[in-house]
Each structure stands twice: as structure tokens, then as C-alpha cells.
């Protein structure tokens, strides 16, 4: 199956898109954007890897399922296009990055910058229909999003994982802890940042990881 992604990600994953689930889901995923609203846009389903190639990765934020309202979702995790304000989890992640490294970041709630330096901002699900939210988990994106996880588990070295909550925590069971850093906290929506996301200092811990493996830190 020819699918339209990133060259590096396309080679790591063609394993994946020649396996039954990957058609069936694609079948699935066809029929709702002929059928009904889906987010986000066809274009940005894959934009989390078009944006950083698997040889580019440093650090792993993992979502769970894109936003479900309009002018929101273009297939980065937390992240939002402009004119949409920042949702109530990403001002959240906001108001922790100026705690942790006093650093004020601007107004937008658009990520791609994180990404343009190594930052994969990977959700478990990557389409969901207008207004109801989980409406396409267990359709098979979280197989591939595993596999994704596995993957890069596998093939690299000295990676940081991100885990927000108890649903990306699970998720995050396959990844190698001898290799690989693992940063856990609760999510930061609004109903569990102040149970331990506010004060967890991922971002300091992510840089200084970075430098002492010889990276470049990352700009929030």
C-alpha cells in the first residue's frame, strides 16, 4: 500500500502498512471522511512525521486523540493552528515551561517549531470525528502507534519519552528503560495538572539529558 508519509518513516514502517489491520483501517478511515466530518484535515493525519523524520527524533510527546472541534486538530499533539487560541492542556503546558525554565512562550498554540527540532508530538489515534471524542480509537491506529513506539524503542538510543497520564503511560510500556529516558506525570488538563503535572520540570530534564548526550537542547 503507497502511503503518503515521510521517506524515513515510510521505510521503518512498511512492515506495518502491508498488515490486514492497516488495510482495514484505512478502509475505515476512507469512509468516515466521505461520510462524516473527521479531523483533521486529510493533509495533516501524518503531520507528526512529516514534520520530524524518525532519523530526526530526540523527544517523544505523546497524546492520546486529536482535537475534535473545528480549526483545531493538523495532526501534532496539544497543538493548535492560529487563530485558535491554546486549549486549557497546551496553556497549561505553557504555564509549566515558564515554572521549569522561566522561559515566556508566545501567545500561538502552534507546536511545529518543537518539531522542526526533534520533537515528535505522536497521538495514540490520528483522526477522530467532529465533536465525539474517541470516536475512532480501536480501529487499529493504536497497533500502528505501538509499532511506532516499538520502533523507535528498537532502533535508536537515548531518546526522551514524555508520558502524560495514566492512557500514555500504558502506552508507553514497550519502550526499552535501560536506552531510553522516561519522563512520567500526569496530564495537564485541568483536571489532573495541579495532581503533579505543574512542578514535574520534563522540559529542564529533557535539556540537561540532551546536553550530557552530547544533543543540542531544545527551544521551547
Not at 508530538?121 to 500502528?144: D, I
Amino acid at each position: 500500500m503507497n502511503v503518503k508519509i515521510e521517506p524515513s518513516w515510510k521505510k521503518v514502517l512498511q512492515p506495518e502498512f502491508k498488515k490486514p489491520y492497516f488495510k482495514k483501517l484505512t478502509d475505515f478511515v476512507k469512509k468516515e471522511y466521505n461520510s462524516n466530518t473527521v479531523y483533521p484535515p486529510p493533509k495533516f493525519i501524518f503531520n507528526a512525521f512529516n514534520s520530524t523524520p524518525f532519523n530526526k527524533v530526540k523527544v517523544v510527546i505523546l497524546g492520546q486523540d486529536p482535537y475534535h472541534g473545528p480549526n483545531q486538530a493538523h495532526g501534532l499533539s496539544f497543538s493548535v493552528l492560529p487563530p485558535t487560541k491554546p486549549p486549557p492542556s497546551l496553556q497549561n503546558i505553557y504555564k509549566e515551561i515558564k515554572n521549569d525554565i522561566g522561559k515566556t512562550t508566545n501567545t500561538s498554540g502552534d507546536l511545529t517549531h518543537w518539531t522542526k527540532q526533534g520533537v515528535l508530538l505522536l497521538n495514540a489515534t490520528l483522526t477522530v470525528r467532529a465533536h465525539q471524542a474517541g470516536s475512532h480509537q480501536n480501529q487499529g491506529w493504536e497497533e500502528l502507534t505501538n509499532a511506532i513506539i516499538q520502533t523507535l524503542s528498537n532502533q535508536k538510543q537515548g531518546l526522551i519519552f514524555m508520558l502524560w497520564g495514566n492512557y500514555a503511560k500504558q502506552k508507553g510500556a514497550v519502550i526499552d528503560r535501560q536506552k531510553h529516558l522516561i519522563l512520567e506525570a500526569p496530564h495537564p488538563s485541568p483536571f489532573s495538572a495541579h495532581s503533579g503535572f505543574f512542578g514535574c520540570q520534563h522540559f529542564s530534564q529533557t535539556n540537561t539529558y540532551l546536553l550530557l548526550n552530547g544533543q543540542e537542547p531544545i527551544n521551547w
